[in-house]
């Protein structure tokens, strides 16, 4: 996919990126080393900066968990709702039920649909770019069973079943709502460029530091780099977990489920 194309492709330009300010930093320490005695009064600058890292990280990661357990929430929801819809409609008893039902099953047979396509990723709008084809088809097949149930409701028989059966439409198509707006939900550009940009600054100064030393540790450097590396991709991939290696699919099954029981 282009997401995860691109996505690797920034975590290996930060990478390369992390090792240059780590070695740049060094050559700067080693400068500074020279002209000056000691370090001593930097350490509270660098634990500041390292520190505000860290903080900043944590909030990113634990806000990205949240929005991802939302979004598997969300898939439980829609199929909760569209079997309570489904058993509600059979209310309305006959015909008149069998076609509202199939109707249904129809709606949610294409958003299942939906959500089994491949997905892609427009940059601008840092949203997931569905099929318009099946979007409009969802749509259309919605329209047509609420229109459905409307008409059915204009017979004096079926207000007791329509007291009922509407509500849960009503909540089938407020998730779905909820789950094309949660794709979408995800902190502001700002905040990645702020995790990026902290993250070389503190590569920066953690090369400073290891020019306390005579020898340079390629090992700590790589480490170092590339624990910063997978940190800051799996932040990024758990907020758009339909497109990265981070997948929500594996709670889909919970509305093919439900759609496969409907009878």
Same mark, same amino acid.
């Given at each position: 996919m282009i997401f995860m194309s691109f996505a690797l492709a920034i975590a290996a330009a930060f990478f390369i990126g992390a090792l240059i300010s780590l070695q740049f930093g060094r050559y700067l320490g080693l400068r500074y080393r020279k002209r000056n005695e000691g370090t001593g009064a930097l350490a509270t600058v660098e634990g500041a900066i390292? $520190?505000?890292?860290?903080? =900043?990280? *944590?909030? %990113?990661?634990? $806000? *990205? =968990?949240?929005? #991802?357990?939302? @979004?598997r929430q969300l898939v439980i929801q &829609? !199929? %909760? /709702? !569209? +079997? +309570? !819809?489904?058993? @509600?409609?059979?209310? #309305? $008893? $006959?015909? &008149? /039920?069998r076609r509202l039902q199939d109707s249904l099953k129809e709606y949610v047979r294409?958003?299942? &649909?939906l959500y089994r396509m491949a997905h892609d990723f427009l940059l601008l709008q840092r949203a997931e770019d569905f099929s318009d084809p099946q979007e409009e088809k969802v749509l259309e097949l919605k329209n047509k069973l609420w229109d459905a149930a409307v008409a059915a409701c204009a017979q004096p028989n079926f207000r007791p079943a329509c007291a009922l059966s509407l509500p849960t439409l009503n909540s089938l198509f407020e998730v779905a709502r909820l789950r094309a707006g949660a794709a979408e939900k995800h902190p502001p550009q700002i905040i990645y460029f702020m995790l990026f940009g902290l993250g070389l600054g503190c590569s920066l100064l953690a090369g400073f530091g290891m020019a306390a030393s005579a020898g340079r540790s390629w090992i700590h450097m790589l480490i170092f780099a590339g624990t910063l590396t997978v940190a800051l991709y799996v932040v990024t991939d758990m907020e758009y977990p @339909?497109?990265?290696?981070? @997948?929500?699919?594996? #709670?889909?099954? #919970?509305? *093919?489920? !439900?759609y496969n029981q409907m009878r």
């Amino acid at each position: 996919m282009i997401f995860m194309s691109f996505a690797l492709a920034i975590a290996a330009a930060f990478f390369i990126g992390a090792l240059i300010s780590l070695q740049f930093g060094r050559y700067l320490g080693l400068r500074y080393r020279k002209r000056n005695e000691g370090t001593g009064a930097l350490a509270t600058v660098e634990g500041a900066i390292f $520190g505000l890292m860290g903080l =900043l990280l *944590a909030f %990113t990661i634990s $806000g *990205a =968990l949240q929005r #991802f357990d939302d @979004r598997r929430q969300l898939v439980i929801q &829609e !199929a %909760t /709702a !569209a +079997t +309570t !819809a489904y058993d @509600r409609l059979n209310l #309305f $008893g $006959g015909d &008149e /039920a069998r076609r509202l039902q199939d109707s249904l099953k129809e709606y949610v047979r294409a958003r299942v &649909e939906l959500y089994r396509m491949a997905h892609d990723f427009l940059l601008l709008q840092r949203a997931e770019d569905f099929s318009d084809p099946q979007e409009e088809k969802v749509l259309e097949l919605k329209n047509k069973l609420w229109d459905a149930a409307v008409a059915a409701c204009a017979q004096p028989n079926f207000r007791p079943a329509c007291a009922l059966s509407l509500p849960t439409l009503n909540s089938l198509f407020e998730v779905a709502r909820l789950r094309a707006g949660a794709a979408e939900k995800h902190p502001p550009q700002i905040i990645y460029f702020m995790l990026f940009g902290l993250g070389l600054g503190c590569s920066l100064l953690a090369g400073f530091g290891m020019a306390a030393s005579a020898g340079r540790s390629w090992i700590h450097m790589l480490i170092f780099a590339g624990t910063l590396t997978v940190a800051l991709y799996v932040v990024t991939d758990m907020e758009y977990p @339909r497109l990265g290696l981070i @997948r929500v699919e594996n #709670f889909d099954h #919970f509305l *093919a489920d !439900a759609y496969n029981q409907m009878r």
